[in-house]
């Protein structure tokens, strides 16, 4: 895997490399110095390029489009797989090779007239045929298959970075605006990154600089992003050995690929979370919360008295929209907590104000909190009775 950020503007300059080159294109001896190179150069030949690329179509496919073709290629009828003479998948991915079976011997050498079929496991998402999507029948091997065990951690000796899919599984998060590229040369969205725990039987490890990626279902390790910014990784008798602090975790080999063994935690769920000390910075993405700039105004204003302290996660930086949130709302019956059996079932609404001054232009704020997931929403409103139709928009 590969992170391509996105600029907004070029830069005006080339590098030494780059300039060499560029002299050496035009017929020119590369020994000159840079200062006989302007800008200037690199914007005329970024305007010319530009030009050509209005005026012609691009000799170069996208990147996908090359490796689709790449794979149609060579998994195709003439190049067969060396152990079943299917074709489709690579020999690697042959199930009757993962399934520890003998090759079988060639149809050809007795009909010469034979044609290979073409397998159920293919190795490419471009051979996947209509009618195989439509139907569920397509099985990708190699990987791009997805495990279907999702306690299972994959590790990959090619990524340059952590991966996960799932949201809730942040402890920091921080939004971003990045692409991932892939074996198979596909731009995927990121939208996040921050810190993660995978919870082992040996322990938590804790993997920082994580990218959020919505197109990757699990969570994919970076054997060199580990070593290098998380702990250490050996590979002994055929496994790899990671090193975090004093935790030792070993991986496990399954159809060739290495995984990391996890427990599933509450965090892993789709739906809320039953936390009670729920971390601050998960409730950005999962409600509204306010600007810095309005709770300092709030604090300076006299509206908020008796903010609670971080002293329950001191490592932790927290939002303080989401502390004062949570330090508003109204105080829970001992009964409710065995009522609350899903998300809604039981909230609580405080309607605080009016402030003294005019904040942002409102004057009261209503605070929601849902008592099975313990998440908060802070809605300010510009008039006492905007409360009910706020509350039942929520």
Not at 91 to 108: N, V, Y
Not at 183 to 209: E, F, M, R, S, Y
Not at 237 to 264: A, D, E, Y
Request: charged share 20%; net charge positive; proline share 6%.
């Amino acid at each position: 895997m590969q992170v391509v950020q996105r600029f907004q503007k070029q830069d005006e300059t080339k590098t030494d490399a780059n300039v060499m080159a560029f002299a050496s294109s035009r017929g020119q001896p590369n020994n000159i110095s840079n200062q006989h190179y302007p800008s200037q150069i690199s914007q005329q030949t970024n305007a010319s390029n530009k030009s050509q690329a209005d005026n012609k179509p691009s000799r170069y496919p996208h990147p996908s489009m090359q490796s689709a073709a790449w794979e149609t290629k060579w998994l195709s009828p003439k190049h067969p797989c060396s152990h079943c003479f299917e074709w489709g998948h690579w020999a690697m991915d042959c199930p009757r090779k993962l399934a520890s079976k003998p090759p079988i011997e060639d149809p050809k050498k007795r009909d010469a007239t034979f044609r290979y079929c073409k397998s159920k496991f293919v190795s490419h998402p471009a051979l996947v045929s209509i009618e195989a999507k439509n139907e569920g029948e397509a099985k990708l091997t190699s990987i791009q298959a997805i495990t279907e065990d999702s306690k299972l951690v994959l590790i990959d000796s090619g990524a340059t970075h952590h991966v996960a899919g799932y949201f809730l599984l942040f402890i920091t998060y921080k939004q971003i605006n990045l692409e991932l590229s892939v074996a198979t040369k596909a731009l995927h969205p990121v939208v996040g990154i921050g810190t993660i725990k995978l919870c082992t039987q040996d322990g938590d490890l804790w993997l920082h600089n994580t990218l959020h990626c919505k197109d990757v279902p699990g969570v994919v390790i970076s054997l060199g992003r580990f070593h290098t910014s998380n702990g250490k990784v050996e590979f002994k008798n055929g496994i790899f050995c990671f090193r975090q602090n004093k935790i030792v975790c070993n991986s496990m080999k399954v159809n060739n690929r290495w995984f990391l063994n996890t427990i599933p935690t509450p965090c892993c769920n789709d739906i809320a979370l039953k936390e009670k000390n729920l971390m601050s910075t998960l409730f950005h993405d999962r409600l509204a919360h306010l600007l810095m700039r309005t709770v300092r105004q709030m604090k300076k204003l006299g509206c908020v008295e008796g903010l609670p302290r971080d002293a329950d996660f001191p490592h932790i930086p927290h939002c303080w929209s989401c502390t004062l949130a949570k330090s508003r709302h109204m105080p829970f019956m001992p009964a409710s907590r065995q009522v609350a059996c899903a998300p809604g079932d039981v909230i609580a609404v405080d309607l605080m104000g009016s402030f003294p001054l005019l904040l942002d232009k409102f004057s009261y704020a209503m605070i929601i909190l849902d008592h099975f997931s313990s998440l908060v929403d802070f809605i300010p409103l510009k008039a006492k009775y905007d409360a009910a139709k706020n509350l039942k928009e929520w």
